[in-house]
């Protein structure tokens, strides 16, 4: 159960949503952050309302996420958790990210988090892919901090 929420809390914080003007996401890191963080809220947002629909545009199918405990996720085990309800996704506090435009369409984040029921915290790290007009998250990785 623990790593299932720490996955998904790191999914959440990695997760680019398909957003009207998606596809003019910034070049320049300054504008690439803010655009990144819109849609890391947007991701954390859909998770908390379990949005199958939406979390299905931000991921994208061939998405991976290794969590603290060296377990991989994947987007089909990630849906049919939510689905299934059968982890608890708990309200987390978003941190700065960083976001680094690789190229037109490849981006970095890393950012962190806080668990708002035990502090705990998480750093992560997101890779995004832009295919045909649509910013998703192919790669993700997540640890606790100390």
Known sequence: MRVFIATVLSATLCGAPLLAGAADAPSADVNATAFFQALIQKWEDA???RDLDTIAQIEADDWRSIGSGGKVWTKEMDMAAIKSQAGT????QL???DAKMLSDTIAVT???????NTGSGYAYMDVWVKRGDKWVV??????KLK
């Open 89 to 92: 996704h708990v309200r987390a």
């Open 95 to 97: 941190g700065p990210i």
């Open 47 to 49: 998770v908390q309302a």
């Open 138 to 143: 192919v790669r993700s990785l997540s640890t």
């Open 110 to 116: 890393q950012g962190t988090l806080t668990d708002k």
